[in-house]
């Protein structure tokens, strides 16, 4: 079965501090996705990547960064977390290829409260 | 650019009902549409999609068309079930060549469905 696995379900965190989320995939997918989730605002996208070593601005990328040092895991990274960025953090993955890069796969979500 | 509007919710039946969740998109030449949907604690799932004019999606019971005249892509379901509690996300992506477009979604739409 095909599985995206983000490391922590809830995390709470404290304003200023450095957050690290992490996401691995096992499908050897080439491309992978930060989205955030907010009640009345859907699914944003954050960062993307489509290969090693590569990624690329979504729509609010602001006071995030990403670091994808192998194929199968992309990390998002709060350089000093802030209360607004209490939110649910989805990760995703999908192939590289017109007819199949819009199946995402997603994780079950990470819920970061930062106080 | 691109976008996808759709009904928000949240929207309450009872077993056995017809559920409609409306999806309207604004998006240059032909984009590939679809329906995601999250269950509770889950990530997000594919549901069903459409990739050109008249194609209707199907899925568990789900039906979607592509309406390009109209520009919509309505979710159907003739008899909703408690299982079917979630919430759902229209979608879509542009029709460029590469695989480089990425997928936009709607705010998504939360359904709970009593017994």
């Known amino acids: 079965d095909v599985k995206v696995t983000q490391s922590s379900r809830y995390l709470v965190k404290r304003t200023g501090e450095k957050v690290f989320l992490e996401c691995v995939q096992d499908m050897d997918h080439e491309n992978m996705f930060w989205y955030r989730q907010d009640p009345g605002l859907g699914l944003r996208l954050i960062y993307f990547?489509?290969?090693?070593?590569m990624k690329e601005k979504g729509d609010i990328p602001e006071g995030y960064s990403v670091s994808r040092e192998k194929k199968e895991r992309f990390s998002l990274i709060l350089e000093s977390a802030s209360t607004n960025q209490t939110s649910m953090y989805l990760c995703?993955?999908?192939?590289w290829g017109q007819g199949v890069r819009e199946k995402l796969f997603f994780g079950s979500g990470t819920q970061l409260s930062v106080l | 650019g691109n976008s996808v509007t759709q009904m928000e919710g949240p929207v309450t039946l009872s077993e056995e009902a017809f559920l409609t969740i409306n999806c309207t998109y604004t998006a240059t030449g032909y984009p590939s549409l679809f329906w995601y949907v999250q269950y509770p604690g889950e990530g997000l799932q594919l549901l069903l999609k459409a990739t050109k004019a008249d194609d209707k999606g199907s899925n568990k019971g789900f039906e979607a068309t592509y309406r390009k005249e109209t520009t919509s892509f309505h979710l159907e379901k003739g008899s909703v079930q408690v299982s079917d509690s979630a919430v759902y996300f229209c979608?879509?992506?542009?029709?460029?060549?590469?695989?480089?477009?990425?997928?936009?979604f709607g705010k998504g739409m939360k359904l709970t469905v009593n017994p």
């Open positions: 979608a879509l992506i542009g029709s460029t060549q590469g695989g480089s477009e990425k997928l936009v």
């Open positions: 990547s489509y290969d090693v070593k």
């Open positions: 995703a993955s999908s192939l």
